[in-house]
């Protein structure tokens, strides 16, 4: 398995790219973004890309993958609608756009957010966008398209967030998050937890293409088993 990986530096992208290193059926990640993630591996292979809206110059590169997971995303605190709007929806669109046209028969795997409007009429304006950037996803002659609501993410493995907030949030409830997890296994998921039910959705697949924290969690367990 050949799997495209954009976001490879966030938090939920670190845990991914690490999941995937470590499967023993995927033999190349390719990660595409603005920086280099900074690690070696032999299935590793890093594309340093500037505008991340335009990838005509490097579509054949594109053309190569069996999935794609998109893992980029960012608050939309203190954010006016149009900016959120080019940062999400015109940021994911760019690239899937153009995998649909040369790799039709990619999986394609976006992190969203739990709360995502799909009616696309919510007051709330992260919650539209995201669910906008879902519906034109699902739109896409691609051969799957998976869209992940996660909640609650726990960092595992040394990983921690790029936005400051959430470093703080993730320092200060550090020692609760594990019973939370506890209490609540198919909430609060772990960053080990994202990156199998990837693998697994792109193995098997899933009756379900919008999957909530719960569906993610029996995913990421049974990959793991």
């Known amino acids: 398995m050949k799997v495209l990986l954009f976001g490879a530096t966030g938090m939920v992208g670190q845990g991914v790219l690490r999941e995937c ?17 900074g690690q070696q591996h ?26 794609c997971y998109f893992c980029i995303g960012v608050t939309s605190s203190g ?29 394609f795997i976006y992190v969203s957010g739990a709360g995502a409007d799909s009616s696309e009429q ?28 996660p909640g609650m993410i726990q960092p595992l493995d040394g990983i921690k967030s790029k936005t400051a907030a959430y470093r703080v949030f993730y320092s200060l409830f550090k020692p609760v998050l594990p019973l939370l997890r506890a209490a609540l296994p198919n909430q609060v998921l772990t960053t080990r937890m994202v990156g199998q039910a990837m693998l697994a959705l792109t193995r098997s697949g899933s009756r379900s293409r919008v999957l909530e924290a719960a569906e993610i969690a029996t995913a990421g367990r049974a990959a793991a088993a």
């Open 42 to 67: 032999p299935k590793l292979r890093e594309l340093v890309h500037a505008d991340m809206w335009d990838y005509e110059s490097v579509s054949d590169v594109l053309a190569q993958f069996d999935a």
């Open 122 to 149: 919510s007051r709330v304006m992260w919650e539209r966008v995201r669910g906008r950037t879902e519906n034109a996803l699902l739109a896409l002659p691609l051969r799957a398209v998976y869209i992940l609501r």
């Open 79 to 107: 954010m006016a609608e149009d900016k959120y709007t080019r940062l999400t929806y015109d940021m994911t669109l760019a690239a899937a756009k153009v995998l649909a046209r040369v790799n039709p028969q990619m999986v």
């Open 21 to 37: 290193l470590q499967a023993g059926d995927v033999e190349l990640v390719q990660t595409i973004g603005r920086a280099p993630t």
